[in-house]
């Protein structure tokens, strides 16, 4: 496998449907980097989460996926918007906080899942969180 | 995009859970699931999540509250065929379901829901026998037969 070849993918997110379409171009990405499948699975399921945060509070944004494919392989998530912003980060990153009708669970369980985990959100300007999983 | 099924088979309502599920679809899935419990008297909702490889915190969501309809309906959930990188991502991501039971396979969810009405038409049956008035010191004379095998007769049609 040439891995050289995996091109980011830059999706914009506006519904539910390219939430599945940019899970699943992760999904493959983390497997042709050597990901065994439950970790590939787990980085779809940190896609889906942050997808799904941006179909639910915002009017859209941009997720992008990013390969390293050098030495140290691995993959980058990094999700935007210009959405209201998270005003209470602490919070939900410790879990179970939710404004929604949700499980509380996805920002919290996404850092748990991935290595490094940052969230910089600014109220009325937007939100941009990015993680990053390393091929062990 | 993949439609769910639902069959019927014996107490059980066979739902297959199509692997990407969109929001719309989760509501017209679980209306379906309420009225064929009706229609057919089920006792148990078997989710299949076989076809499913990524399942996220409103993919739990969904489970959780199609079982706590399914529960007002008089029925359980039990989920099937969740695959191994599946479990683990749940658990990972802190995922925990309520009043739902777990089996392997259609097998597995047969014979539990097999063994469960056996116990409950067993304590049913013993319900019905309490209820008629023995009088042990004279035995089984004293027991009007005919209304016990009426009664258990109606059980057994339940």
Not at chain 1, 25 to 53: H, Y
Not at chain 2, 67 to 80: C, H, K, N, P, T
Not at chain 2, 127 to 140: E, P, Q, R, V
Request: proline content about 2%; overall charge negative; aromatic content about 6%.
């Amino acid at each position: 496998m040439d891995l050289e070849r995996l091109l980011p993918v830059r999706q914009s997110v506006t519904s539910v449907m390219d939430v599945v379409k940019v899970r699943r171009q992760g999904l493959e990405m983390a497997l042709e980097l050597g990901f065994p499948t439950p970790e590939a699975t787990k980085i779809a399921v940190v896609i889906s989460e942050l997808g799904r945060n941006i179909v639910l509070y915002t009017k859209g944004g941009l997720i992008n996926l990013i390969a390293y494919t050098g030495e140290r392989k691995g993959i980058k998530i990094i999700a935007q918007d210009q959405g209201p912003g998270i005003d209470n980060v602490e919070q939900v990153l410790e879990g179970g906080y939710t404004s929604s009708n949700g499980m509380g669970l996805g920002i919290s369980g996404s850092r748990r899942i991935m290595d490094e985990f940052e969230v910089k959100s600014v109220a009325g300007v937007g939100t941009k969180i990015t993680g990053v999983k390393w091929l062990r | 995009m993949e439609t769910s099924t639902i069959q019927k088979l014996e107490n059980l309502l066979l739902v297959s859970v199509p692997r990407d599920l969109m929001d719309d679809e989760v509501l017209r899935l679980r209306r379906q699931v309420v009225r064929e419990i009706r229609k057919y008297h089920s006792r148990w909702v078997m989710l299949d999540f076989s076809a499913v490889d990524i399942c996220d915190s409103f993919f739990g969501r969904f489970i959780q509250s199609t079982a706590d309809m399914v529960g007002l309906m008089g029925a359980d959930v039990i989920v099937s065929g969740l695959q191994d990188a599946v479990v683990e991502t749940m658990i990972e991501l802190g995922m925990t379901l309520e009043n739902i039971r777990a089996v392997l396979d259609l097998d597995d969810a047969l014979a539990l829901s097999r063994t469960v009405q056996r116990t409950e038409m067993y304590t049913q049956g013993m319900k019905a026998l309490n209820g008629h008035d023995i009088d042990w010191d004279n035995g089984w004379d004293a027991l009007d037969m005919d209304s016990l095998h009426r009664d258990t007769h109606a059980i057994a049609e339940v």
